[in-house]
């Protein structure tokens, strides 16, 4: 086992596009780590403008087969404007979950019409600025919402363009919380689509443009966007039957995986759906040959996020401290002993630390052979805040010379982690770093401060 990781470092540095090794030293897009963590501190976030334009031009191209494809990135995978900015840039639109987060969009220079508005809870106050911004589609989870929508677009006088969310009912393999499809909180029944969508006629300013579905995140399979895409086709085409209209649009979500776990390694760690079997070109050819069989004249929106920015960061973090601990048994009798290494970031940097597999390297040591087993532990006051999926279990790899103050990479962190970091014990939340190409960067989010953590205490009397 630590052969297999071993050489997968080796195969890392020598056939990924993001990375190599100099001096000793990982670099991501020719930029030395290291060096980023001296210079900005650490925990790090540190973004690859580069791998998110490679990202977004294969799915593009995956999409090729269907010219009027609409690739709207789900914001809330990272939400940072720099991050907006290089996806704007790239030629797609956008997809958001708040109006907070339509208004980071607008603030990122996306225009109204390039924004999809998702979510289950939309409060009239984000309702009623969503329809005043124009959007391409605003995806209805709810009879309520929809007529909520209708009395706000009364109210204002302004058309507003929807899609009604649908369950496919249909279950997929990955974690229960990224199931989106099958019992989950979102969207309506397909039975109760009929009598929705048949209000939408007695609404003078709401448009319906089509359907909208969601699979799940990190599926590694292509077999249940297939099977969704074809209940949320049939759906369609009998409602275009049955209520006499014709829709433009059919919104299959996103969900196309990132692999955490690479092709090419042959070791464990991690659940299954972190080496996944499909990516963008399997993703669309189950899409495309479902919506083919219904209709060819129609956009089909897909949001991806995950994969626009999984593979786009690293996260750093410093080694701060060491210890060995003896494994006790009840009673008393000794089972062994661990070595571990306590980082600057833990649970409040990276929130999948329980469910998720990174591959960590020593970026001060790259190229050291990492073959000594740890735990790595974080600096919170918890005593679960310890990463879970290593390539040994619960342990991980490190070189044997590793010492305090080296920088600790983990890969593959661009999707959920800094959107979703605490201030538990009063942690800051991290700074980030955009590498805009080789050997270039600035800083896009410096890291908190306390005084920005009593900035919403102060100034209450």
Same mark, same amino acid.
């Given at each position: ?34 060096? =980023? $963590? #001296?210079? !900005?501190?650490?925990?790090?976030? /540190? @973004?690859?403008?580069?791998?998110? +334009?490679?990202?977004?031009? &294969? ?46 969009? =607008? $603030? #990122?220079? !996306?225009?109204?019409?390039?924004? /999809? @508005?998702?979510?289950?809870?939309? +409060?009239?106050?984000?309702? &009623? ?333």
């Amino acid at each position: 086992m630590h052969h297999d990781y071993d050489s997968q470092r080796q195969y890392t540095l020598q056939h990924d596009r993001r990375l190599s090794a100099s001096h000793g030293h990982l670099q991501f897009e020719g930029v030395d780590l290291p060096a =980023l $963590a #001296a210079q !900005f501190g650490s925990p790090l976030f /540190v @973004y690859s403008a580069p791998e998110i +334009r490679r990202n977004i031009a &294969e799915i593009q191209q995956a999409f090729a087969g269907h010219a009027a494809t609409r690739i709207c990135y789900a914001s809330k995978a990272c939400s940072l404007l720099a991050v907006l900015q290089v996806v704007r840039e790239a030629g797609i639109s956008i997809e958001a979950n708040s109006a907070n987060e339509i208004r980071r969009c =607008l $603030a #990122a220079g !996306f225009a109204g019409c390039e924004i /999809v @508005y998702n979510g289950v809870v939309k +409060r009239d106050e984000e309702l &009623e600025f969503a329809i005043s911004q124009q959007l391409h589609a605003i995806n209805v989870d709810s009879e309520q919402e929809l007529l909520a929508i209708d009395r706000i677009s009364r109210r204002l006088q302004q058309p507003v363009r929807i899609c009604l969310r649908v369950e496919p009912n249909v279950k997929a393999a990955t974690h229960e919380g990224l199931m989106t499809a099958f019992r989950a909180k979102s969207g309506v029944d397909l039975a109760d689509a009929e009598r929705i969508c048949r209000q939408v006629a007695a609404m003078p300013y709401v448009r319906l443009c089509g359907l909208h579905m969601h699979v799940g995140d990190q599926v590694p399979d292509a077999e249940p966007f297939g099977a969704a895409t074809r209940v949320l086709v049939e759906t369609a085409r009998q409602l275009e039957d049955t209520l006499n209209i014709r829709f433009d649009m059919i919104n299959v979500g996103g969900g196309i995986p990132t692999p955490y776990r690479y092709a090419s390694d042959r070791g464990l760690g991690g659940p299954d759906n972190m080496q996944p079997a499909i990516g963008a070109d399997e993703f669309a050819a189950a899409v495309i040959r479902e919506v083919h069989a219904w209709r060819q004249d129609i956009e089909i929106c897909i949001e991806p996020g995950r994969k626009v920015v999984g593979s786009a960061a690293v996260l750093l973090t410093s080694l701060v401290s060491g210890k060995r601990k003896t494994l006790l048994n009840e009673d008393g009798s000794v089972e062994g002993q661990v070595d571990w290494r306590m980082l600057d970031a833990g649970f409040n940097a990276i929130p999948d630390y329980k469910d998720w597999y990174f591959y960590v390297y020593n970026a001060s040591r790259i190229a050291d052979s990492h073959n000594q087993p740890v735990k790595l532990g974080g600096p919170l006051c918890d005593g679960g805040d310890y990463f879970r999926h290593g390539p040994l279990g619960e342990q991980f790899l490190l070189p044997e010379a590793s010492a305090v103050g080296d920088v600790v990479a983990f890969l593959d962190v661009g999707a959920y982690q800094l959107e979703n970091q605490t201030v538990y014990n009063a942690q800051p939340r991290s700074a980030a770093v955009l590498i805009e190409d080789a050997g270039h960067y600035r800083l896009i989010r410096r890291q908190e401060t306390f005084s920005d953590m009593l900035l919403l205490e102060s100034g209450l009397d």
